[in-house]
Structures are given as structure tokens and as C-alpha cells.
């Protein structure tokens, strides 16, 4: 299965978004922001969120600077 994570396109093997989290080495969840197909997903329904195959998956990290 494939999903489109900013604008790439990846493989991954598990449908779970936890685990494309994982894959992406996303450990840590605060300042990190997650939008599939447009949609921003509450990081509460990031553990049981399934993907399908050709998502668009956003991840937006906030950084510190100026």
C-alpha cells in the first residue's frame, strides 16, 4: 500500500497511522500536527486511525526560530 506524505509518495505495510508514524521516526507528538486528505486529525484518534491506499497525509512540525 502507498500513501502520499507531503507530497511524496511512500510505502508502508501497516494501515495504522501510528505505524507510518513510526516508520517516519515521529516519536514525539508535541508540536506536530497531522491533516489526512485535509482533514487535521485530534492526536487522540492518531492511535486507532487507519489509512487507506493513496492517503494524503500532511505532517506539519513546529520549530522554534525567527
Keep these: ?7 511524496e509518495r511512500t510505502p508502508i505495510t501497516s494501515n495504522k497511522l501510528s505505524a507510518l508514524l ?5 516519536k ?6 497531522v491533516a489526512i486528505n485535509d482533514r487535521v486529525l485530534p492526536k487522540k484518534h492518531w492511535p486507532t ?3 487507506k ?3 494524503k497525509v500532511t505532517i506539519i512540525r513546529a520549530t522554534q526560530g525567527g
Excluded at 500500500?1 to 507530497?7: A, G, K, P, S, Y
Excluded at 513510526?22 to 515521529?26: A, F, G, H, R, V
Aim: hydrophobic share 40%.
Design 49 to 51: 486511525q487507519t489509512l
Design 1 to 7: 500500500m502507498e500513501v502520499i506524505v507531503n507530497n
Design 22 to 26: 513510526d516508520q517516519l521516526n515521529i
Design 53 to 55: 491506499d493513496q492517503d
Design 28 to 33: 514525539e507528538s508535541k508540536g506536530v500536527a
